[in-house]
């Protein structure tokens, strides 16, 4: 539940952090004491300027400089307050707590003294971290004019004492919730609607192969089942097919299927492994690793299989592609001259290939958020294997799970669909 007016300037005159650069200018914001019952306005602030934190859009000031009276309200602000320790932004709320909490967010102009968004959200108290990445969303988008990410979520592999188990969690790890029972369970992949995730399982004995899972009723069904093995799915961006790897007469090659797992169709047939799909955001090409060279590469072809193209072409060993939402880059993980594995992007357009990481463990696996803007990948760098994310130059690199155990194979969900 969203009541939700927006106050714009000229737009001459209105503030935009400017994403067309390599280095985004990060915006200085001031978050004022949560007005109301404290208890959930201190929750819903403290899951906001983690979201704020976590995007590298913008520098939360220190409160500990504000000069406003804390019980300053919704209106009549002093700006020049504001003003006086940097800021240029200005995020207030007033949260009620009964059955639900329900919060008065505003984001404010201190530059020019005006009102930007003004929205009222409301959630059970069970979800009132929503309330935070509702708003987060609405001042990124604002700000951007681009989708924010902080209402998404991501699935990975979890590691327990019983085996591998594919769980959801919301975009910063929170909430994390297993849809599946723990055995061998791999490579979870989204459907574009949100609603249903493939993965690579051992279940039933019948050695790997792939199954779907619906992400609410958790009910599970076969997908493939053909060949040796069957691994990897990748739902096109239409939704209507996906693409696997399947081993066939000692021969392993990439393959297309109606999104039931109906009608499958073999795309590669070189010498050597042809491995780990990825589609282009608008589905007409296919990122993909192959070794008929000699070592692992990363190569694209048309959707139809034909059109071959080899993309990198330095290093030995590159491996698991994810082409990004913009269509301009393509992720993946590189051996290192120490055999470890870091991130890497290549241009999709002149095969330039940039380094993400380095001397930070193992880092494996990238997955794009759905606006182009940040890469979750599974990094040792601290231990156990756990999920990280950073932005695809490399920088604001943080940790996203703490599992026990370990966490591996992440994949970002879509955004959510429009109410």
Same mark, same amino acid.
């Given at each position: ?30 978050? @004022? ?46 700006? *020049?307050?504001?003003? @006086? ?34 929205? *009222? ?74 609603? *249903? ?119 030995? !060993? ?25 991130? !890497? ?28 803007? !940040? ?25 996203? *799970? ?18």
């Amino acid at each position: 539940m969203i009541a939700l007016t927006l106050a714009v300037l000229l737009a001459v005159d209105r503030p935009v952090i400017d994403l067309s650069g390599g280095k985004v200018q990060a915006y200085p914001l001031a978050m @004022a004491r949560p007005l109301g019952v404290q208890d959930a306005g201190v929750a819903v602030q403290s899951v906001l300027s983690a979201d704020f934190e976590r995007s590298g859009l913008f520098k939360l000031l220190d409160p500990a400089s504000f000069l406003a009276k804390p019980t300053e309200g919704l209106t009549g602000i002093d700006y *020049t307050k504001w003003q @006086a320790v940097g800021a240029q932004g200005l995020v207030k709320m007033s949260c009620d707590a009964t059955a639900e909490v329900k919060c008065d967010m505003r984001l404010y102009d201190v530059t020019h003294g005006v009102e930007l968004l003004h929205g *009222t959200y409301a959630a059970p108290r069970a979800g009132m971290r929503q309330i935070a990445h509702r708003f987060g969303d609405d001042v990124v988008k604002y700000f951007t004019r681009e989708p924010g990410i902080f209402q998404t979520r991501i699935a990975y592999v979890r590691e327990t004492e019983a085996g591998k188990q594919i769980v959801v969690a919301d975009q910063d790890g929170a909430n994390p919730q297993a849809v599946t029972g723990a055995s061998i369970n791999l490579l979870p992949a989204w459907s574009p609607d949100g609603h *249903t995730l493939a993965f690579t399982s051992f279940r039933d004995g019948l050695g790997a192969h792939i199954f779907s899972v619906d992400a609410v009723t958790r009910q599970i069904k076969p997908l493939v089942l053909m060949g040796d093995f069957a691994t990897g799915a990748v739902y096109a961006p239409d939704g209507l097919r996906f693409l696997f790897s399947a081993s066939l007469d000692d021969n392993t090659d990439v393959y297309v299927s109606q999104a039931d797992g109906s009608a499958g169709r073999r795309l590669t047939d070189a010498r050597g492994i042809d491995i780990s799909a990825s589609w282009s955001p608008d589905g007409k090409r296919i990122a993909f690793v192959s070794e008929r060279a000699g070592s692992p590469q990363i190569y694209t072809m048309a959707a139809d299989g034909s059109d071959v193209r080899r993309l990198t072409f330095q290093g030995n !060993y590159n491996q698991e592609p994810a082409w990004s939402p913009k269509g301009d880059l393509i992720a993946f993980s590189g051996r290192d001259e120490h055999r470890v594995f870091d991130l !890497y992007t290549v241009a999709t357009d002149s095969g330039k290939v940039t380094r993400l990481t380095q001397n930070q463990g193992t880092n494996e696996k990238p997955s794009w958020a759905p606006n182009g803007r !940040y890469i979750l990948f599974s990094s040792t760098r601290a231990g156990k294997r756990q999920l990280w994310e950073t932005q695809p130059d490399g920088s604001n690199q943080r940790a996203v *799970t703490s599992e026990r155990l370990g966490a591996s194979d992440p994949a970002w969900g879509p955004l959510p669909s429009s109410k």
